[in-house]
């Protein structure tokens, strides 16, 4: 099961902000970015796109997945303006969630960051029946980071060959199990 979707939210909150500057889409143009309130007690310097991470996943355990996905989305002020696509990719997610059982942990697989303006993040996400593959995006317009796109993917082989990239582009050697 792999979801398109996320690349055609992403695509509509780009199309979104690019027009920002005709009368039509000002008048669609939500209030200036608050950044969403959390409750947490992480350190200051714990800011920005890895706080909207952290939390997601924290909600993902706590309060499933419509909250988490509901949170992550709603730190992008232009959200609001695909409501009904987000629901889309966020009923996608709870209906493949159900198959993989209860969530237990999630690894940060590989991190890549662009221009110091966007973020993406690869995990690997423990379910009780299989693993899952997570690419979160962040996108920093301003001052403040936001959530930019989610996709999700239960392709263990997209795990595999994420992880050899970023074996290939490190000093790290793998030499097999001991």
């Known amino acids: 099961m792999k979801t398109g979707i996320g690349l055609a939210v992403t695509l509509i ?3 979104c902000a690019l027009l920002t500057g005709s009368p039509e889409a000002q008048a669609a143009t939500p209030a200036p970015f608050q950044p969403a ?5 992480e350190p200051a310097e714990k800011a920005g796109y890895q706080l909207i991470a952290d939390t997601l996943f924290e909600k993902l355990e706590t309060d499933g997945a419509k909250e988490a996905l509901t949170y992550a989305f709603s730190t992008n002020p232009y959200s609001a303006l695909i409501e009904d696509e987000l629901n889309d990719v966020i009923r996608q997610y709870t209906v493949a969630e159900r198959r993989m059982g209860n969530y237990l942990d999630h690894v940060l697989l590989v991190e890549t960051v662009v221009a110091e ?4 993040q690869y995990y690997l996400v423990v379910y009780e029946r299989q693993p ?3 690419e979160l995006a962040f996108y920093r317009p301003g001052d403040e980071w936001v959530f930019q796109n989610f996709v999700f993917s239960d392709m263990l082989d ?3 060959a994420i992880n050899q990239q970023a074996l290939a582009e490190s000093d790290q050697v793998v030499t097999g199990p001991k």
């Open 158 to 160: 997209e795990v595999v």
């Open 13 to 15: 909150l780009l199309a």
């Open 37 to 41: 309130q959390t409750e947490t007690d």
């Open 117 to 120: 303006r966007v973020v993406v």
């Open 132 to 134: 899952l593959k997570f």
